[in-house]
């Protein structure tokens, strides 16, 4: 399966700042998508990041805090903005290869505290 | 609302013995089934999938039993060994992207 990696690994990060994480694989994949991940608790889609348009987000989650990018087939960006301590928590990337019922697979994360 | 209830939230078990996890949903529209096994510091790995059409897939100490009428599927892993002790996350999907994770089970394997 492709090779996921996230820059940064953790961060901890002022409130009121934003951090653009980064999710670079080693082959083209057809899909990417952004979790998040509390400490002891299951995984949420953010949104499912489209190459060469805007994401789609799942309800909760709005572009203007967690802008995303996808320029190519095997790099995509989460940004955090504004963030407060309750944006602490674990971010994650996964990837697919086709459409439908296709396995994740998922990136070691980015460990974030907000102080 | 949760999608896909999860059981139970940890587990012990002696080492070579069974460890049992439980997964109940409610879409009967779901049509795929992932475990994915995390440990600390890493991201969750896929470890075994079974789609409704079977009611058991097995991929050496790791089984999913299927019930389709009952909702529910699990995940056996015999001879359970320390190096299993990991958080345990069971899935669902319906023909898109978009997977429904269970809240998780801590399982500690004991020597």
């Known amino acids: 399966s492709a090779v996921i990696s996230q820059k940064p690994s953790r961060d901890i990060c002022q409130r009121g700042t934003s951090l653009t994480i980064q999710c670079q694989v080693d082959?083209?994949?057809?899909?990417m998508f952004w979790y998040r991940q509390q400490p002891g608790q299951s995984l949420t889609l953010i949104a499912t990041?489209?190459?060469?348009?805007?994401?789609?987000?799942e309800s909760g989650f709005v572009i203007d805090k967690f802008p995303i990018s996808r320029p190519n087939l095997t790099f995509s960006t989460l940004t955090v903005s504004n963030m407060s301590p309750e944006d602490s928590s674990i971010y994650l990337c996964?990837?697919?290869?086709?459409?439908?019922?296709?396995?994740?697979?998922f990136g070691d994360g980015t460990r974030l505290s907000i102080l | 609302q949760q999608q896909v209830k999860q059981s139970p939230q940890s587990l012990i078990v002696q080492k070579g013995g069974i460890s049992i996890i439980n997964c109940a949903y409610e879409?009967?529209?779901?049509?795929?089934f992932p475990w994915y096994q995390q440990f600390p510091g890493k991201g969750p790995a896929l470890l075994i999938a079974i789609r409704p059409d079977v009611s058991e897939k097995k991929e050496g100490r790791f089984t999913i039993s299927f019930n389709k009428s009952a909702k529910q599927f699990s995940l056996h892993i015999m001879d359970s060994q320390p190096g299993d002790s990991a958080t345990y996350f069971c899935?669902?999907?319906?023909?898109?992207?978009?997977?429904?994770f269970g809240t998780g089970t801590s399982l500690t394997v004991i020597p």
């Open positions: 879409n009967t529209a779901f049509d795929y």
């Open positions: 990041a489209n190459q060469g348009s805007e994401a789609t987000y």
């Open positions: 996964s990837v697919a290869q086709g459409q439908g019922n296709q396995p994740q697979h």
């Open positions: 082959s083209q994949v057809t899909m």
């Open positions: 899935a669902a999907s319906k023909g898109g992207n978009q997977f429904y």
